[in-house]
T-cell receptor, first 116, second 109 residues
């Protein structure tokens, strides 16, 4: 089945130690998103790629970076994780961006990051 | 900021209809209303979306008021597996989903 895959499902890192989370999709969608969801909060968009075009949300810290080497894969890099970065990180895809048309976002299961 | 407001929680008896309200009084004419749900420890899942007309699919029905300032998601026969946080979302200008706090629906036996 076509899907959005996130690895690993659980990631533990140390304070200040760089960590990379990965997302892959078999849907061949143009857009890939990264969301951060802290405990008992709603998902918050960090950034997205439309093909190779990167779009950063204004309030996303510089500590968070992303790479999309090809259509199928997208990575979230946290350069120096702090205790406040502990969260669920969700990857999503969609065919397009336009708000007025049918562009359902398909979410992966998420990676739960723990920072020690 | 999210353009919607929802009650923080609701209960529903198993087998009964669950009616989840949402206010979106600042919605513009070409903005769609989307509903997603998130079961504990999973990624959000698309349910349904609509613009003006009422919509129905295999999961739910969406009733949108004529002035489009509010809508109601209806799960016709709620099951225990429908226990989740339900998000009503009006998409932003960039097409991004801006999640509000959602409604935590608890379906009880």
């Amino acid at each position: 089945d076509a899907m959005v895959i996130q690895n690993p499902r659980y990631q533990v890192t140390q304070f200040g130690k760089p960590v990379t989370l990965s997302c892959s999709q078999t849907l061949n969608h143009n857009v890939m998103y990264w969301y951060q969801q802290k405990s008992s909060q709603a998902p918050k968009l960090l950034f997205h790629y439309y093909d190779k075009d990167f779009n950063n949300e204004a309030d996303t810290p510089d500590n968070f970076q992303s790479r999309r080497p090809n259509t199928s894969f997208c990575f979230l890099d946290i350069r120096s994780p702090g205790l406040g970065d502990a969260a669920m990180y969700l990857c999503a895809t969609s065919t397009g961006l336009a708000g007025g048309s049918y562009n359902e976002q398909f979410f992966g299961p998420g990676t739960r990051l723990t920072v020690l | 900021d999210a353009k919607t407001t929802q009650p923080p929680s609701m209960d529903c008896a198993e087998g009964r209809a669950a009616n989840l309200p949402c206010n979106h009084s600042t919605i513009s004419g070409n903005e769609y209303v989307y509903w997603y749900r998130q079961i504990h420890s999973q990624g959000p899942q698309y349910i349904i979306h609509g613009l003006k007309n009422n919509e129905t699919n295999e999961m739910a029905s969406l009733i949108i008021t004529e002035d489009r300032k509010s809508s109601t998601l209806i799960l016709p026969h709620a099951t225990l597996r429908d226990t989740a946080v339900y998000y009503c979302i009006v998409r932003g200008s960039q097409g991004n989903l801006i999640f509000g706090k959602g409604t935590k629906l608890s379906v009880k036996p």
